[in-house]
């Protein structure tokens, strides 16, 4: 049997070398500015940043407690500041086709002055409308009109009223409508008189009533067309003056907005829409208050703009984190209102999702959150392929309603998305899903640990001071931060290596403050994380002690 060397403890722990610690405590030395070892990883993320081209989402994969999520979002922050500002988007209402509304692209702080100058123009239709139609030209055309309709319907009977006396018939209106009567000596005779009349002479009024009685009804039934065209000259001159109006205070608005051609058409229909339906802006009472005309206004929400992402207060590119990955968070939804026991919507009720949000920017995602909520995944997958959002409730994808619900337009996206997860996620997901590699071509694998080396002993200090600082803790002094570099090699479980588990520093560090703090000292020394390391051990061996 083969005899192996034993070794002795001091050859199993290797102790820090107080040399190699060149300051008194950790308020002395500069703090890490990234987290130690990871130059593998970092150079991932930049690339991935970098390359434009799509298909090129990253994958962060190592185990948890190593900071990848912090680090990604520092990086990612620091990134995006000087990056191009992110468009807004706003949902507006479709006029041709009401079920699918539209989506406008606008710069950094646009959609919420489009929105308050649709607001205003809402407001001064409702004033200056009614009052165009209270104006001396618009009374005098309409009573020409008027006047012109009951002249023509007058000079039509009075020419069928000669025309009648001079076959000896007279055309009578009574309550129950038009009767013919004849006329003898200019007076008309009685049914009493009449049938005195020789049969030839009754005979020969009655066949001239009945070509009047003829006249007559074709001459009603021309009234319903006459009141028709009656009825488009009055409309035709609402629309011109409607026109007018319209033009005066909608020009500045089409001025404005004359470089962006979506809005412009937008602006346009929305003209022809108010034109043609005028009488909505039109009250029975008197002229609207300018003070009433803004709680009018709320009315008239099809000209209302949905502000479906504001980039206002944004000083770069977006960089968003989801925590909660469903699939109406990454995509949005569509909200309903009950009426009247009915489920109703519009283009209002769209809301946006975190892919909308994240839009020309960055989205930061967990790979297992993201893959345990239905259909979230897939929807993710579906985004980035087609490079754009399609809002689709979940009742919806699976068929599972019959009712008709919006179908708004889809938005175009320029993201670039974030997962973080654990190796064993990336790799199963690589092997089984074909799709994967095709949309996240980038990997930036963490390591969770680092060589134990001089150089690194002094930078592992270094990422003490940083988490020290970053967690408002006290500083630690020499023999501390020794100590600390120690458990760390010992979380390794190598005397060569140094554990890269960010989340059990930080948590011996609070601990060891807690213990200084207790203490009442202003320094975090040797016996504080000597103490946290024991209390540590003995929360956890009560199993072992058994």
């Known amino acids: 049997m083969k005899n192996h ?13 107080f040399g190699e610690l060149q300051f008194e405590s950790t308020a002395d030395i500069k703090p890490l500015e990234q987290l130690l070892g990871q130059e593998r990883a970092l150079e991932a993320i930049e690339f991935s940043v970098d390359i434009e081209q799509g298909g090129f989402n990253l994958f962060v994969l190592g185990p948890s407690g190593l900071g990848k999520h912090r680090l990604v979002k520092e990086l990612l922050d620091q990134r995006a500041v000087g990056e191009t500002l992110p468009y807004d988007w706003c949902y507006v209402n479709n006029f041709t086709n009401p079920q699918q509304p539209l989506i406008l692209k606008l710069d950094a ?29 618009y009374r005098t055309r309409r009573q020409e009109i008027d006047d012109k309709f009951k002249k023509r319907q007058q000079q039509v009977f009075e020419q069928l009223d000669r025309d009648a006396k001079e076959q000896g018939i007279a055309v009578l209106r009574t309550p129950a409508g038009y009767t013919l009567a004849p006329i003898i000596k200019e007076k008309v005779v009685g049914p009493e008189e009449y049938n005195k009349l020789p049969e030839e002479e009754q005979q020969r009024y009655e066949r001239i009533i009945e070509e009047f009685q003829l006249k007559l009804r074709n001459l009603i039934q021309e009234i319903p067309l006459r009141q028709r065209e009656h009825h488009q000259e009055v409309k035709a001159l609402k629309k011109e003056i409607s026109r007018m109006t319209v033009d005066q205070l909608i020009g500045w608005l089409e001025q404005r907005y004359k470089d962006h051609p979506r809005v412009a058409a937008y602006i346009s229909s929305v003209k022809e829409d108010v034109i043609e339906n005028v009488q909505n802006f039109l009250r029975d009472d008197e002229n609207v208050d300018p003070g009433d005309a803004k709680s009018l206004a ?3 929400r099809q000209y209302g703009i949905n502000v479906l992402v504001d980039n206002s207060g944004a000083k770069g590119a977006p960089v968003i984190f989801e925590d909660n990955p469903t699939h109406q968070n990454l995509i949005g939804r569509i909200e309903h209102v009950a009426q009247m026991g009915t489920l109703l919507t519009d283009f209002s009720l769209i809301k946006p999702g975190a892919l909308h949000r994240a839009n020309g920017g960055y989205l930061i995602l967990d790979a297992r959150k993201v893959l345990t909520h239905p259909f979230a995944w897939e929807s993710l997958k579906r985004a980035l392929s087609s490079g754009e959002i399609k809002i689709e409730s979940l009742e919806q994808m699976l068929s599972l309603v019959s009712t008709r619900s919006l179908e708004p337009e889809p938005t175009p996206i320029d993201v670039k998305v974030v997962l973080t997860g654990e190796p064993l996620l990336y790799y199963l997901l690589k092997a089984y899903d074909p799709e994967f590699s095709l949309l996240f071509k980038v990997s930036a694998d963490f390591s969770d640990d680092t060589d134990r ?16 600082r970053r967690e408002k803790i006290r500083p630690l002094n020499k023999a501390a931060v020794a100590r600390v570099i120690e458990q760390a090699s010992r979380m390794a479980e190598d005397a060569e290596k140094l554990s890269l588990h960010v989340e059990t520093l930080g948590d011996l560090l609070h601990e060891a403050n807690y213990r200084a703090g207790k203490d009442g000292s202003d320094l975090v020394r040797l016996r504080d994380v000597q103490c946290a390391i024991d209390k540590s051990r003995y929360r956890q061996e009560r199993i072992r002690d058994r």
């Open 5 to 17: 060397e034993s070794l002795a403890p001091d050859e199993l722990y290797q102790s820090c070398n």
């Open 109 to 137: 702080g646009m959609a919420q002055q489009l929105r308050k100058d649709m607001e205003q123009l809402v407001e001064d239709l409702l004033t200056s409308l009614p009052a165009s139609f209270e104006s001396e030209e």
């Open 298 to 300: 709320a009315e008239f």
């Open 453 to 468: 080396s001089p150089e690194n002993t002094l930078l592992y200090a270094r990422l003490i001071s940083m988490l020290q």
